[in-house]
């Protein structure tokens, strides 16, 4: 079994086009989209497709941050459960989002299809309990789940492929990505599109106003609107204490014969995950998990 050997997610090697530099001075447009990751490119393509007038700005390049390193997950489950949903917002609630998730995968599909096919690939999501006290749970959270209307889900106790397991649910047709690949056909179709994307723009400072604009040194950008789709944002000092910094740890070996092609869970505290992808012509196995608030914890030698 042969693991890569550096420090790079599987899919950093997998190039994404490259973006402009930002000419100096004063650009114009309708909507200035700040991110070039997975929210902002696609943010950036549904609005020129709606005849808007679109650059899209980020500082490093497209699929730097955080959407090229993602493990790629593509579920309909959710970490807080629909069980937890239905207790605290009742069915209707719970159901719409229950949808809104259903109706994202179909979305990244459609996407993968039409601009960067292969992509995206549909495969069954298991979420396990490796402790006997936690079957309640995960069976609290599959009837949740049967009474939203999944389809394609069964509750397993023999056979399940994660040592120790004792018991859990299987959900067919949900999925995994290969973000970088997806972003570069997303990219290609913004700018067939008439779309501009500017990379090496650091934003300092969002002004509101009309037109807004979004000063980033010698370049200034104006626009009608401005959509934020990005974690890196020194630029609004207010949003930092929401958004703590987490770290995670992950590793892509490649996989045995018989590896099974699914997404799988535990509900540990730190959780586990573990999954197939191909690419390369290879089959790698994807293990990650043990996530810890920065400055919170030292598990970096431990995990």
Known sequence: MASLTDAHSLWMRTPVLRGE???????HAEV?????????VTTALNLQRRGRRVVLVDRQGAGEGQSGKTTAHCTAMLDEGYSELLRVHGHEDAARIFNAQLAAL?????????????????????????????RSSLRKEFKAL????????????????????QGGMRWEHQGYLAPRAYLDGLLRAFLGEGGRFFEGVSVRKLHEGNPC??????????????????????FMVRMIPRLPAYRTYAIAMEALAGFPAALMFDDAEPYHYVRLHEMGGKRWA?????DHKVGHDDEAHAA
């Open 21 to 27: 530099t930002a000419p100096p001075g004063v650009t």
């Open 32 to 40: 200035v989209v700040v991110g070039a990751g997975i929210t902002g």
């Open 106 to 134: 179909d979305r990244l599909e459609a996407n993968a299809r039409e601009f960067a096919p292969g992509s995206f690939v549909r495969v069954p999501a298991i979420s396990l309990t490796e402790d006997p006290s936690g």
């Open 146 to 165: 049967q009474g939203l209307g999944a389809k394609g889900l069964t509750w397993e106790e023999q056979g399940l492929p994660w040592k120790g397991a």
């Open 213 to 234: 604009r979004v000063d980033a040194g010698e370049v200034e950008l104006r626009a009608e609107q401005v959509v934020v789709a990005t974690h890196e944002m020194p």
């Open 286 to 290: 994807i293990i990650g998990g043990e």
